[in-house]
Structure formats: structure tokens, C-alpha cells
């Protein structure tokens, strides 16, 4: 395809994005007055509602992210204005009460009809949080000792910084890194600017500048352009393809939390006892999840469960979608192509439970689509299959290709199972290579070499993750391609199983290897944990054992723990020993502050000396001052218990209210409840907090303002239900 063209379909594309903008402006400038909402005595809070002759205008979308059952939904009557009937709803015994004087709307709607969700989607309530200026740094400082001739001892520094700024949905943000090396040579460079927004109406997300396109229909890659795409973490709980039943055990009244990918996404406060969680949707589609249950004393267990479900599947009658161009963005060491490109995917519920897909890829001197079909089969998990074809030029000649495509997921929660399958098949003669792969050739021809990926005959992977009660866990993974050219045949597979005994723990990993001609590896690792009491703190001590069939083996003894009454101060070291070969010492040091976190670690042998040490932490400037505190994730919250230092909340680890009273709590879940709670015991004996939990749902890379009232004040922060 010709530059110019490319040109053209990114234009268009441009277009398209601004009119969907506009479109946006004029919806929000018709909106009508806030109505403060109290549903079935749980607070919505306040959204533009049109309200006639004293009757509210609840429309189906509404109700349903309310956790309406859609069974209910099916049997009510709408009016010309998708509003549901003042008939139906005192046919389903739906009561209200409005009081126009102070634009407050009761509601209150039959246990029955209702799914119990705890934290389902609230845009009622999202919030995009306080404008503001933050920076994340990290500081890393390496001394090293020369170990071969041509290496020069010295030390080296890194300055990374994460720079945001946030006005109102928008969110601008500039990483860059600034180094010097041994030799005094020094520099600095940018790893990505980007500026973005929510569009809640849509959702779906907006950015300009560099980001990666997802990985749903063609290979995730690099960029620097404009996207717009769905974010399905902001659908309704109600929307996922099923909620997993997740049981546990609590010895005391106890607090239960899960979290996905690093990220804490449910919380809930249960009785002492066996527990059921049926109303529980993880808003990823991919990633194990972490229950862990905090007792009242403390103590604390956690566990992995395993979760995955088919990724493009949506929802009868809805869609997700992608619209993407730019340029290919390389790594900054990488020579490849800034090529070029656009995409756009399309993903429809068509039938119940079955999902329709497509997409379009084109770039400079290349092509590709893709079209697919999957299920989600209940109990028997989900399945898809598609076909992506690809058509390119190189070397002055015109190549096509094709693969066809099997995925299956199924995550088993009653026997604690998750299997993931994929199968690919290159046919006979498929010259198909992805846009990626496209553009690394382009870098082996400069060498007159070929990367052998048109060869590629048949490839796979299987995922295995499997739980044995509370403490016990096993995962298998399994990848493997064959190609025409042995050279090109890659097989990998590795084994790891945790359990523990007696409070004893036992981690086995076990990993085989074969690329091409080469001679296969086979490695196997054993770590066994025993904890001890130390000044009062409980500590481990743990033999650990590596062998390898193309590596000399090493054995050592591993001892780690905390210290402080916070538990902030972390310790670990390891003396090791070589096979044939010397010994070793492994040493760090970590400990977290109110305004950051620093390390310390050394590394030691008879002809190594490396010592580290680092420091990193954020600044927050907004409208009543600046804040420090560890580093930020992607949505966070400032904490505020006016005047009121030395105050701990269970959301940050490590960290007090500074002496104005403020602290950063460094991850938010976005698009859901989030419960901020404090330690009421950590309170002086002179304050009182008239509330001490608050509840916020934060819009994704929001700063959210959590005040805390202390001794009557007063606030305008929501309290938890």
C-alpha cells in the first residue's frame, strides 16, 4: 500500500474520532440537573435524570448497572422515551419517593428483582478526581568491579521519572530517564509521551501520543498516533460471561480481599466460618486472582485462584472495538522501521453467547485481516476460532500468507482449575508473517539473512494452573512450534509446585528447553522454607537448591524476614555456593517510608564486588499544597485527617498522615467501589473521626480527595454502606 494511502485512511480515521468528540460536547451541554439517588438504602449517587409530573425517567441501561436481574428487565414496558412505565413498575411493586426541593430520588425495588453485586460499575458516581501535578522518581546507583579486561570499575547512575499531570478527564503523561555511566559518558532519553481521556459515554478510551494497540485480535504493538478503543473494565458487572463461585474459611470475623494483576478488585468483611462469593466479576479477563483473608487478630493467608475467559467475547447486542494510527514506536536500541500504519476491530454479540469478530491492519507495504467466531459454552468454558490473512511486499517481491487459529479457556472454580489451549496452523506454502515480524525481517535481509518464521508449520500453548486446597498449587506451561527448518523448532516447558506443611513451605520449579540444533536444558530448583521468631518477628530460613543439566549447580541457604513494629524494614540474604566452583553472598535491605521506599543490596563472589542502592517515591502538587509519598500507581488517592499526623489506613502499607494531616495511597482500583478505611487505634487520643472508612469510585488515572471529617467537621466525601 502507498504512503499516500495510508495518509488518506489515518485522515479518515482522524475525522471519524473528532465528530464522535463533538458529538460527546453536545450531549454533555444538554444534560439536565444533578438528582441525588438512594437506591434500595444504598447511595448512587447524583446523575442528570429527567423527571415529569414527579414520575423519574429510568431507562434500561440504568437499571441494569443498578443490578437489576435481566430476567425482570425482559418482563417491564418502556415508553416512547426507552423510560419504563409508571404501570409496569406498580406492577413489579418498584416504589419511589421524590423530593424536588432538595433533588433527592428514593427508590426502592423488591430484594428479588436485585443481583447482589458489591462492587459493581457505579457511572453515577465516577469521578475524575482533583487536578493535579505528580512525579514518580527513581534513583538506582550501581558500584561495580571490573571482571574482564576491556570492563572498567566505577559507578553508574539512572534517574527514571514518571510525569503526570491531570485536569479535570484528561490525562497528560511523560516518562523520560536521564544516565551516566562508568566511563563519565551521560545522557538522556524519553520513553513515551502520551495524552488521554475516559470517554464515559462510549467507554472506551482516548489517547494521542505513544501507547501499545491491544492484543485481542492482531499482535500488540508499539506506537505513536491516535486510538480510540473500549475498555471493557468500565462494562457492568452484569456483562462478564459469568461469575465464579469462590469459597473459603474463616477462623474469626475476617476481611476478605482479592486482587488481579496487582490490583486490589474486591473487599468484603465476612463472619467466622465457611463463605461463599457468588457476586464477585473480575473486570480482567486474563489474570490469576489472590484471595486473601485477614483475620481479626491479624494473621493473614492467601491463596491463588486461577481465572481466564475467551477475550473478545461480548455480550448479546453490544460491541467493543479498536480504532488505531500512527507509526510503528521501536525500542529505543531497536533499528526497526517507524513504519506507518492503521487498524480497526470489531467484536459483536450476535446471538446469545456467541460473538462475531473481524479486523483490518494495513501499513506501508502491507496488509492483513483477520475474521473469527467464538462461544462461551457455560460449564464447558469458552472456545474461538479465526483466520488471519496477510499480504506484503519485500525485496521487490509480493508474499501472502494465512494462519488459522484454535483458543479455548476454561477456568473450573469448584476443583480450583484453569486451562488455557491455543493451536496454530501455517498452511503448506503460507508465507504469513505478522506486521511485527514483518519489520524485523527487514533487519535481517540487511545482513543477508532469512528468521526462518514463513517455515513455521504448526504451533502451541497450554496454561495449567491447578489448586490443592488452601496451600498447595501447581502451574504447567507448555509452548512449542515446529517448523520446516529444524533450525526454527522451539520447545519449552515448565513446571512449578508450591505447597506447605506444618507451616513448612516447599517451592519445586522445573523447566526443559530445546531451540533448534542446540543442545536441550533441563533445570530444576527446590526451596525449602522453615519460619522462626526473631525479636519478636517471625522470619524464614530456607535451603535452596538449583540444578542444571548446561550450568553448574549451586546450593545455599536463604534467610528473610521484617522488622519495626510497622513491619516496614525487610531483610534477606543468601549464602550460596558453586558446584566446582566459589562462593557467594547475596544481601539487601528495603525499607518504606511515608514519603518513599530505598533498597540496599550487594552481591559478592571471588571475583565479583557489585553494591546497589536506590531511592523512589512521588511528589504531589495540587490545590491546598504538596504531598510525598511512595511511588503512585496508575489511579490513586490523597488522604486527608486535617491536622491530624501519625494516623495509619489499612490501604498503605508502611506509611502515617504527614504532619498536615495528608498521605498518598498509591493504588486505587478504577470504575470500582473503592473502600478507604483508617486505623482508628492509630488515632491520638485528642482526635475523633466522626467516619472512618469512605468510599470513592475513581476514573481510571484519577487523583481522588479523601477527607477525612475529624471532631464534627464537615465533609463532602461519600461514607461506605
Known amino acids: ?12 480515521l482522524f475525522r471519524i474520532v473528532i465528530i464522535l468528540l463533538l458529538l460527546l460536547s453536545a450531549r454533555a451541554a444538554m444534560a439536565s440537573e444533578s438528582t441525588w439517588i438512594i437506591f434500595n438504602n444504598t447511595y448512587k449517587g447524583a446523575i442528570s435524570l429527567d423527571i415529569r409530573e414527579g414520575f423519574p425517567c429510568l431507562t434500561r441501561p440504568l437499571l441494569q448497572e443498578w443490578g437489576v436481574r435481566a430476567n425482570v428487565l ?21 416504589q419511589y419517593w421524590y423530593r424536588p ?55 553508574e547512575g539512572q534517574l527514571s521519572l514518571e510525569n503526570g499531570v491531570n485536569v479535570g478527564p484528561w490525562r497528560l503523561r511523560y516518562q523520560n530517564t536521564f544516565w551516566r555511566e562508568r566511563d563519565g559518558d551521560h545522557g538522556s532519553w524519553t520513553d513515551s509521551a502520551s495524552l488521554w481521556r475516559n470517554i464515559t459515554a462510549l467507554r472506551s478510551r482516548l489517547t494521542f501520543g505513544d501507547g501499545f494497540t491491544t492484543g485481542s485480535l492482531f499482535d500488540s504493538i508499539p506506537y505513536r498516533g491516535i486510538s480510540l478503543a473500549s475498555n471493557e473494565s468500565m462494562y457492568p458487572d452484569s456483562w462478564r460471561p459469568y461469575a ?73 447486542g453490544y460491541f467493543s472495538y479498536e480504532l488505531a494510527a500512527g507509526r510503528y ?106 506486521l511485527e515480524e514483518r519489520l524485523a525481517q527487514s533487519q535481517w535481509q540487511a545482513f543477508g539473512m532469512d528468521d526462518d518464521v514463513t517455515e513455521r508449520i504448526v504451533g502451541g500453548q497450554v496454561e495449567l494452573t491447578q489448586n490443592f486446597g488452601e496451600d498447595s498449587n501447581l502451574s504447567l506451561s507448555w509452548n512449542w512450534l515446529k517448523s520446516r527448518q529444524s533450525t526454527a523448532d522451539r520447545n519449552s516447558i515448565s513446571l512449578s509446585i508450591n505447597s506447605s506443611w506444618d507451616e513448612v513451605d516447599l517451592s519445586v ?46 546450593h545455599g541457604v536463604n534467610v528473610y524476614g521484617s522488622a519495626l513494629d510497622d513491619f516496614s524494614l525487610r531483610y534477606d540474604a543468601t549464602v550460596g555456593h558453586t558446584e566446582h566452583g566459589d562462593d557467594s553472598l547475596a544481601a539487601s535491605l528495603g525499607y518504606q517510608y511515608n514519603a518513599g521506599e530505598m533498597n540496599l543490596s550487594l552481591n559478592r563472589s571471588s571475583d565479583r564486588r557489585d553494591y546497589h542502592a536506590d531511592v523512589s517515591g512521588s511528589v504531589l502538587v495540587h490545590d491546598e499544597g504538596i504531598a510525598f509519598g511512595q511511588t503512585l500507581g496508575s489511579t490513586a488517592a490523597l488522604v486527608q485527617v486535617p491536622d491530624t499526623p501519625g494516623v495509619s489506613f489499612y490501604n498503605q502499607f508502611g506509611s502515617t498522615t504527614n504532619a498536615h494531616g495528608d498521605l498518598l495511597v498509591s493504588y486505587m482500583t478504577p470504575w470500582r467501589v473503592n473502600r478507604v478505611t483508617a ?15 469512605l468510599e470513592t469510585v475513581p476514573t481510571d488515572g484519577a487523583i481522588i480527595r479523601l477527607r477525612f471529617p475529624t471532631n464534627g467537621e464537615v465533609t463532602d466525601s461519600t461514607p461506605a454502606q
Not at 343 to 368: A, D, I, M
Not at 679 to 693: I, K, M, Q, R, T
Request: charged share 20%.
Open 679 to 693: 486505623d482508628s487505634f492509630s488515632l491520638p487520643e485528642s482526635a475523633h473521626l466522626d467516619v472512618d472508612e
Open 329 to 434: 514506536k521501536p525500542s529505543r536500541l531497536d533499528d526497526k522501521d517507524r513504519a506507518r500504519f492503521w487498524q480497526g476491530t470489531l467484536s459483536r454479540g450476535v446471538l446469545p453467547h456467541v460473538t462475531v469478530f473481524g479486523g483490518l491492519q494495513q501499513s506501508e507495504n502491507y496488509q492483513s485481516e483477520v475474521l473469527g467466531l467464538g462461544g462461551n459454552m457455560g460449564m464447558w468454558g469458552a472456545a474461538s476460532a479465526d483466520v488471519s490473512f496477510a499480504s506484503y511486499a519485500q525485496s521487490h517481491e509480493r508474499y501472502r500468507g494465512s494462519v488459522w487459529r484454535l483458543r479455548y479457556a476454561k477456568a473450573f472454580f469448584r476443583t480450583e482449575t484453569s486451562l488455557n489451549a491455543q493451536l496454530q496452523w501455517y498452511p503448506r506454502g503460507s508465507r504469513y508473517r505478522s
Open 74 to 94: 425482559d418482563k417491564l414496558q418502556w415508553d416512547a422515551r426507552a423510560c419504563l412505565t409508571p404501570q409496569s413498575a406498580e406492577t413489579f411493586s418498584f
Open 509 to 554: 520449579y522445573a523447566g526443559y528447553e530445546r531451540s533448534g540444533g542446540e543442545v536441550p536444558e533441563s533445570t530444576l530448583g527446590i526451596n525449602i522454607s522453615i519460619p522462626f521468631s526473631f525479636a519478636g518477628h517471625s522470619s524464614n530460613v530456607a535451603l535452596v537448591s538449583d540444578l542444571a543439566s548446561r550450568d553448574k549447580n549451586s
Open 1 to 12: 500500500m502507498r504512503p499516500a494511502r495510508i495518509v488518506m485512511s489515518a485522515t479518515v
Open 244 to 316: 465464579p463461585v469462590i469459597n473459603g474459611y474463616a477462623r474469626t470475623e475476617a476481611e476478605v480481599t482479592i486482587h488481579q494483576n496487582g490490583e486490589r478488585v474486591y473487599r468484603i468483611h465476612v463472619p467466622p466460618g465457611p463463605f461463599t462469593l457468588r457476586d464477585f466479576y473480575p473486570p480482567d479477563a486474563q489474570g490469576n486472582l489472590e484471595l486473601t483473608i485477614q483475620e481479626s487478630d491479624g494473621t493473614e493467608r492467601t491463596r491463588q485462584l486461577p481465572y481466564s475467559i475467551m477475550p473478545n467475547l461480548v455480550k448479546h
Open 101 to 155: 426541593e432538595a433533588h433527592l430520588l428514593t427508590l426502592l425495588f423488591p430484594e428479588e428483582a436485585i443481583n447482589p453485586q458489591q462492587n459493581g460499575v457505579s457511572t453515577s458516581r465516577w469521578d475524575d478526581g482533583i487536578n493535579a501535578l505528580f512525579v514518580n522518581y527513581r534513583l538506582n546507583a550501581d558500584n561495580q568491579r571490573a571482571r574482564y579486561s576491556w570492563e572498567s570499575s566505577g559507578t
